[in-house]
């Protein structure tokens, strides 16, 4: 009956989403779908080949690039808005309920800012990519990066859309402080930057991904905020 009643919630919540929501979500996992069994299907036939002729096939692996290139970003954008990427709470579970509404609050900035950077950051090799084509398959090498794009656009509106569901209040305080230490830190670069390199910038990141990972940030994003450009 406990399972009923879930998957009864499941639904409701399912049914309250926005269409274009839901459109984007099924859209998502239907090229999910296509590109596992593409992956699956370009594996299959080059063992087939090399078992009858000796010889891989020359296009396989731009095609397996490409499959493998829309399940890892586009599967990321999907595993976040369900909820399935892995993340540590042993630490923010010991906060009071807000202490803990704040910390999801915060994840949630920071997830979004992380999108935002690493979708704008995309554009213009995108677009470099563009211009080229790939040797065997002789079709432009932006294929490869539009999961990218497509992944961090899909992240940051997970993001807004959960931001929006918070407490008003507490998202728009949250978020000032995050938008003032981006700030901060980006007028004052030229203070800071001379402090942090070599050794210093690595232990840097470190210390970064350490405290998202204890304040509830998926692991993923958490090497992700690591590994943002300095």
């Not at 961090?152 to 000032?176: D, Q, Y």
């Not at 070599?198 to 998926?218: E, I, Q, S």
Request: charged share 15%; net charge neutral.
């Amino acid at each position: 009956m406990e399972v009923d009643v879930h998957h009864a919630k499941d639904l409701v919540r399912g049914l309250r989403r926005p269409s274009a929501a839901r459109a984007i979500e099924v859209s998502i996992q239907v090229v999910l779908a296509l590109a596992l069994l593409g992956e699956l299907a370009v594996v299959f036939l080059n063992v087939v080949s090399r078992a009858w002729s000796g010889e891989s096939l020359p296009w396989t692996d731009e095609a397996a690039e490409m499959a493998l290139s829309s399940i890892a970003f586009l599967g990321g954008a999907a595993a976040y808005r369900r909820q399935e990427h892995a993340s540590i709470r042993a630490f923010v579970d010991l906060l009071s309920p807000r202490g803990r509404q704040i910390c999801l609050v915060l994840t949630e900035w920071v997830v979004l800012v992380i999108a935002v950077t690493g979708g704008w950051f995309s554009i213009p090799y995108f677009l470099a990519q563009s211009e080229q084509l790939t040797p065997v398959l002789q079709v432009r090498a932006s294929w490869f990066v539009l999961p990218l794009v497509i992944g961090m656009i899909a992240i940051a509106a997970t993001a807004v859309e959960r931001l929006a569901a918070k407490p008003r209040t507490m998202a728009l305080t949250v978020g000032s402080v995050v938008a003032a230490i981006i700030v901060i830190v980006t007028v004052a670069e030229d203070v800071w930057r001379p402090w942090f390199v070599g050794d210093a910038a690595l232990n840097l990141a470190l210390g970064m991904f350490f405290a998202a990972v204890l304040l509830g940030l998926p692991v993923a994003f958490a090497l992700l905020l690591g590994a943002q450009p300095r």
